[in-house]
């Protein structure tokens, strides 16, 4: 259960110090500490000049401006933005000028930070957790039934309790601590809001300070300070460019109708942008880019800690005094240690001294990184920076297409805006569109974009005499391509789907290398009845399926044809009804194979009978079959008839055995003789039957190896009704 730790904190830590991070030091060549000594210390803000916003999230930024002499100069980002910035700057001093350096504040992980306190406690502890790091120290105790307690912090324990009341089921969790005074008595109070624990020792209270001023520090730091310093002479133009991170603009579109039905509509297109960013965007140049570049994030910014191995130290193994058992003496060599110890002691001639040396200590090693960098980027000439006449101009790059504003835009920091990318006349048609994958015929514009810009994805209103007609969405439309969109329900017009008659004609069958191929000629023909309750009159568009590698046949032709089906137009009166009809002609070819070991006689049969000719080139083939078939046919009913005469013979050793010595016995071992010699019979003739049914399937396999033959027909295979569709 976790505490309220923000009421704990504050009865533990009298006050938190503000820290601030150390300035992080810089190893500088001679030359670059002679350009830092003489740069001034003031930075100069350096602001954003151009900006293009892509869909897949991220913002090129362009910053200009002049210098004079040495100068630094700042710009500031938010954390987030730093890895993408890292990743893609890019400075240009001009006119002979160049970058000593670029530097930014830093900040250890708060992980990092937080090992170097002894409390031992993460960034988000709870009350257990602080109490546990204060296990063993000095505290006073105030708020206590009894008065006030000061002692050691022995322990932090939960117990389950019952809540009371009349349900004694119902139980609550409540903590308890354990204080242990100088006196050795032991206390043990429940830890309830009205507990205020207080540590004694100062240096403990310190490190309390450090801590809540290390979490204030990191929820604070959210804003970095990027500074170069520009080295030259005289007045140069300074340009810095970078990527961050932005949110995905986004583009919505107004077609408006006028009161008068005419042939054309206003297209108004609008983007939606949103300034998140660390700075304003005063009279920038905006550029909006349709397209998903691949980019990612590395975490530059976040001083990177190698894991390194732990590697014990090596401890040399110790033996401990053992006693051996003796072995038993002999008698000869009893009588040699009796005359040794009667002997007087001699100095030896010579002693053998043997060295020990210890060993040397293993040597380990840590691979250290040879360094860390990310990729560059950014600074590239594109062809948005030589704008055309206009409002805006539209540049296709690859796959993708640029907005390009001519006239400066201003969003600040935090703020969003409507930025107009169209306002042009273009040629509308408004139809209702049906298609048997909606419920109902929808109202429908179909528009042909006739200007300059690419249309990209987003929503679209439509208004209609002054009034809100519907509303929906369009994906990308590029110069002269044309696009249906839907955006209401047209519930004065339907269309019944009557039904698709079907007729298939066999027109060719071949036979190559043991392949059959069958090509066979489908006809649908599909009628839709369509009827129109309106008081004006509609221009129905029929979205008809496509066949798969079919032709259409019929007198209708389509407006449009995609990848799935055909668009037919059909007039349709006010308070009227009108017909239409789609016939196709789609080949489709089946393959058969055949080999000697699939059973293909019913085919073969059946294919024979389409024509003389085909029954003559066949006949080889099914008689060849049909041998093999019957082949099969003996060889298992051979097989099965010594699995009888297996099953006899067995029954009858089993009789024999039982009946040993009686006179039945006899006739069994004449039938169990009998039974032995037709087995032994059917074996014999089992081989055989093998190379019988080997040669019917080596002669089936030659002839459809060589059989070869393309015939033409004309065969009708039937044709069914396919229920109508609404």
């Not at 004694?168 to 204080?179: A, E, G, H, Q, Y």
């Not at 910014?301 to 005094?321: D, G």
């Amino acid at each position: 259960m976790r505490l309220a730790l923000t009421v704990v904190c504050c009865a533990l830590v009298s006050s938190a110090a503000a820290q601030t991070a150390a300035p992080a030091k810089t190893h500088a060549t001679p030359a670059a500490a002679r350009d830092a000594a003489v740069a001034p210390a003031t930075a100069k803000d350096l602001p954003v000049r151009k900006v293009v916003l892509y869909k897949n999230g991220v913002g090129y930024f362009e910053h200009a401006g002049t210098v004079v002499g040495n100068q630094k100069v700042a710009i500031d980002f938010t954390s987030p933005q730093l890895n993408d910035v890292l990743q893609s700057l890019t400075v240009l001093d001009l006119n002979g000028g160049r970058i000593a350096g670029v530097n930014y504040n830093s900040t250890t992980p708060l992980a990092e930070q937080l090992k170097t306190l002894a409390l031992g406690m993460t960034d988000d502890p709870t009350s257990t957790e602080l109490f546990q790091a204060l296990r063993g120290q000095r505290v006073e105790v105030t708020g206590a039934p009894g008065g006030a307690i000061s002692g050691r912090l022995m322990s932090i324990e939960a117990r389950t309790v019952k809540a009371g009341g009349s349900d004694d089921s119902v139980t609550v969790d409540k903590f308890f601590l354990t204080i242990v005074a100088a006196t050795g008595a032991v206390r043990v109070v429940e830890l309830t809001p009205a507990l205020s624990v207080r540590p004694v020792d100062a240096a403990l209270q310190g490190q309390l300070d450090r801590y809540l001023a290390l979490l204030a520090t990191a929820h604070a730091n959210g804003l970095r300070h990027l500074t170069l310093d520009a080295l030259g002479q005289g007045t140069r133009e300074l340009r810095v460019s970078y990527i961050s991170e932005v949110p995905v603009w986004k583009a919505t579109y107004r077609i408006v109708f006028g009161r008068d039905v005419t042939a054309k509509a206003t297209v108004q297109g609008w983007a939606v942008v949103d300034n998140t960013v660390g700075a304003d965007w005063e009279n920038v140049q905006l550029s909006l880019v349709a397209g998903a570049p691949q980019s990612f994030i590395q975490p530059l910014s976040q001083p990177l800690y190698a894991r390194r191995p732990e590697v014990p130290i090596a401890v040399a193994a110790e033996t401990t005094p053992q006693t051996h058992e003796a072995a038993e003496m002999r008698q000869f060599d009893r009588m040699q240690l009796a005359g040794k110890l009667a002997a007087p002691m001699r100095t030896p001639a010579s002693t053998a001294t043997v060295t020990v040396e210890d060993n040397a200590p293993a040597s380990y090693g840590v691979a250290g990184m040879e360094g860390l960098g990310g990729s560059s980027g950014g600074g590239v000439y594109r062809a948005s920076d030589a704008l055309r006449e206009g409002d805006v101009s539209t540049n296709a790059f690859d796959d993708f297409f640029e907005y390009a504003l001519q006239q400066p835009v201003t969003i600040r920091k935090n703020e969003s805006a409507m930025v107009p990318i169209l306002q042009q006349e273009l040629p509308v048609e408004r139809v209702t569109l049906w298609s048997a994958r909606e419920a109902h015929p929808l109202r429908a514009v179909w528009l042909d974009n006739a200007s300059k810009l690419t249309l990209d994805s987003g929503s679209f209103s439509i208004f209609e005499g002054g009034t809100f007609a519907g509303e929906g969405l369009l994906e990308p439309i590029h110069p002269g391509e044309k696009r249906l969109l839907s955006y209401a329900t047209d519930q004065a017009v339907q269309v019944h789907a009557k039904g698709m008659a079907q007729k298939r004609t066999l027109t060719h069958i071949a036979l190559h290398q043991g392949v059959l191929v069958e090509t066979t000629s489908e006809e649908t023909e599909s009628t839709y009845a369509i009827s129109n309750a309106g008081d004006e009159a509609r221009t129905v568009v029929v979205e008809h399926a496509r066949m798969a590698n079919g032709e259409l046949e019929s007198d209708a032709k389509p407006a449009e044809t995609t990848a799935t089906a055909y668009r037919f137009k059909q007039p349709v009166e006010a308070h009227g009804a009108a017909e239409l009809k789609v016939r196709e002609r789609a080949k489709l070819d089946q393959t058969v194979m055949l080999n000697a070991d699939m059973d293909r006689t019913a085919l073969l049969v059946s294919v024979s009978r389409f024509t003389p000719e085909l029954e003559e080139r066949l006949r080889p083939l099914i008689d060849a079959t049909t041998a093999l078939n019957e082949a099969k046919r003996k060889l298992a009913e051979n097989l099965q008839r010594q699995k009888t005469l297996t099953d006899d013979e067995a029954r009858m050793r089993e009789n024999v055995t039982a009946l040993k010595g009686n006179e039945a016995a006899k006739r069994f071992v004449e039938e169990l003789n009998r039974a032995e010699d037709d087995l032994t019979a059917a074996r014999k003739e089992q081989a055989g039957l093998e190379r019988e049914r080997d040669a019917a399937r080596e002669k089936l396999a030659g002839l459809i190896a060589q059989a070869a033959f393309d015939a033409d027909l004309n065969v009708a295979m039937g044709g069914n009704q396919i229920g109508a569709v609404r």
